[in-house]
């Protein structure tokens, strides 16, 4: 298909086109710090590994002769969407690339996928917005416990353009992470990560001085106020009473979690382990993925990311009753390795994978994938 051939055109590939192998990739190009940091998890490792374990643990079964048209194109939360596959957000990209989200935000337009543009990215909100110009942008919020300036991100992210609004409720503080305190790296120490409330009227009206001029208090208040620990479920309904649109939340792993984000009036959840970076131990993403479809598939949009590499591990993510997936490291490492081209390229494999094996396991579109096209090893 179109896909396929937009994949493999222009010889030599910008990096690599297996998904599993731009980390190697990555580590040739880019300092120890800051690959420590994005591709590093919480403590040993193990669920790190455990992400990319589970998806080994299930196998696809094809069906032959099926004469099938492949077809990713589906719907998410109302909308058309070209293929279930979104950008996981990530913050702090210009660690990787000077051009960072802006050159993600380029890519995501251009390949017609959904961006979800992290609260700590390097460029403020607007600047992202407006490098992603018509394509579908999501925001994700770290929300700030000083209600005045989260209205005014809302405020900010509404008019930007951005549809939906992702509250990521498993980082109330940064996991323990072995490679970053080895490296000595903390971008977010620095002030990387922080333009959009540096930039926001609010917040800077919070401050003694401004943070071009007494950077560390403004660093110090950034670091209360956006990654506190006080949160509950019932700030949660503070975010929807001031959010029209959609409202996912990000980062459940239990079934009574996503019911309660059900319940806090959510459109979605997002299972994730947050790419394997908060918990050393925590169960696999793909793991938590069929209780929390059962316990809210029917009403809410469920969304998985923490692991997900080929066209193969959406598939299966889908099979096991994800409506969507997100990609997070890979279209950084895309990005580490040729700004804007590096990521277009590392979207346009994934997209074209899951596409081929899609025909090849005999289904038609990704709505029809189901438990039976799984064999899961040793259970
Ligand atoms: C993240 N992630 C993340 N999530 C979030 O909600 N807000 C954020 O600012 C960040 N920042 C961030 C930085 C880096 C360097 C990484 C690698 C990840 C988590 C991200 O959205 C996603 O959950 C994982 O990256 C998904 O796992 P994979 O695909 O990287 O295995």
């Not at 589970?54 to 094809?62: G, H």
């Not at 018509?134 to 919020?141: E, H, K, N, S, V």
């Not at 001031?242 to 939340?249: K, M, S």
């Not at 096991?320 to 040729?338: H, S």
């Amino acid at each position: 298909g179109k896909l396929l051939r937009d994949a493999a055109a222009g010889h030599p590939p910008p990096c690599p086109c297996d998904g599993t192998e731009l980390e190697d990739a990555a580590a040739k190009v880019l300092a120890p710090g800051p690959f420590g940091y994005v591709a590093g998890g919480a403590g040993s490792g193990d669920t790190l590994r455990a992400n990319r374990a589970a998806f080994a643990r299930y196998r696809l079964v094809p069906r032959m002769l099926r004469k099938t048209q492949p077809e990713l194109r589906t719907s998410l939360l109302g909308k058309e969407m070209a293929a279930p596959v979104l950008l996981a957000p990530i913050g702090v990209q210009s660690i990787v690339h000077p051009e960072g989200e802006l050159a993600v935000a380029r890519a995501a337009a251009e390949t017609g996928v959904t961006m979800i543009v992290a609260s700590p990215a390097s460029y403020s909100l607007e600047e992202v917005a407006a490098a992603n110009g018509d394509g579908d942008r999501w925001y994700q919020l770290y929300q700030p416990d000083d209600p005045e300036v989260c209205l005014s991100i809302l405020d900010r992210a509404k008019r930007a353009g951005f549809t939906a609004l992702v509250v990521t409720v498993d980082t109330p503080r940064f996991g323990w992470r072995p490679s970053d305190l080895d490296q000595g790296f903390a971008p977010t120490l620095r002030g990387i990560g922080a333009a959009t409330a540096f930039s926001d009227p609010v917040f800077r009206a919070r401050l003694a001085q401004p943070p071009e001029q007494d950077l560390d208090a403004a660093v110090r208040l950034w670091q209360q106020m956006f990654t506190g620990t006080g949160r509950s479920w019932d700030e949660l309904a503070f975010l929807r009473a001031n959010w029209a649109g959609p409202l996912l939340v990000k980062g459940i792993l239990h079934a009574d979690d996503a019911r309660a984000a059900r319940d806090a009036g959510a459109d979605g959840v997002v299972v994730s382990n947050h790419g394997g970076r908060q918990i050393d131990g925590a169960l696999a993403a793909l793991d938590a993925l069929p209780a929390v479809a059962k316990a809210v598939g029917d009403e809410l949009a469920v969304l998985l990311d923490s692991g997900v590499r080929t066209g193969s591990d959406v598939l299966k993510a889908l099979a096991l009753g994800a409506d969507a997936v997100a990609v997070g490291r890979p279209y950084l490492y895309g990005l580490a390795l040729n700004g804007q081209s590096g990521v277009g390229h590392v979207i346009r494999s994934v997209l074209a994978d899951a596409e081929v094996t899609l025909g090849l396991l005999g289904a038609e579109t990704v709505l029809d994938l189901g438990e039976r096209h799984l064999h899961k090893i040793g259970g």
